[in-house]
C-alpha cells in the first residue's frame, strides 16, 4: 500500500525531505501537520494505521506510537517522536 501525500511538492528547499506518521484521531500528529502547513513547509504524510511498511519501519526505529517525523536535510537524517517545537522550528528557519 502506498502512502497518502499531505502537501505537495516534496520538501526540497534546502535538499529537505519532512515525512510525518501519523494515526487517525492523534491530536500532536494533527498539530505538526498544522505547523508545517502553516509555515509553508511540505511534507509526505503516511498514516501507519494503514500503511503497515511505514509502521514496520517506525518500529525498528524504536518507536512505538505517532506522531513520528523524519527528515533528511541537506543529507543529514534525523527523526523523533511527538510534538517537538524546538525540532519543527528548525526545519522552518531551514526552509
Known amino acids: 500500500m502506498t ?19 501519523t494515526k487517525p484521531q492523534c491530536q500532536p500528529c494533527k498539530a505538526i501537520k498544522r505547523f508545517l502547513n502553516k509555515h509553508g513547509i511540505p511534507f509526505r504524510e503516511s498514516d501507519v494505521s494503514v500503511n503497515l511498511d511505514d509502521l514496520r519501519a517506525i518500529k525498528a526505529l524504536g518507536y512505538m506510537g505517532a506522531p513520528v517525523v523524519a527528515t533528511t536535510i541537506d543529507g543529514v537524517d534525523d527523526h523523533w517522536q511527538g510534538y517537538r517545537p524546538d525540532k519543527l522550528d528548525a526545519i522552518k528557519a531551514m526552509s
Request: net charge positive; proline share 5%; glycine share 0%.
Open 3 to 21: 502512502s497518502t501525500v499531505a502537501h505537495l511538492p516534496a520538501a526540497r528547499k534546502s535538499n529537505m525531505h519532512v515525512t510525518v506518521y
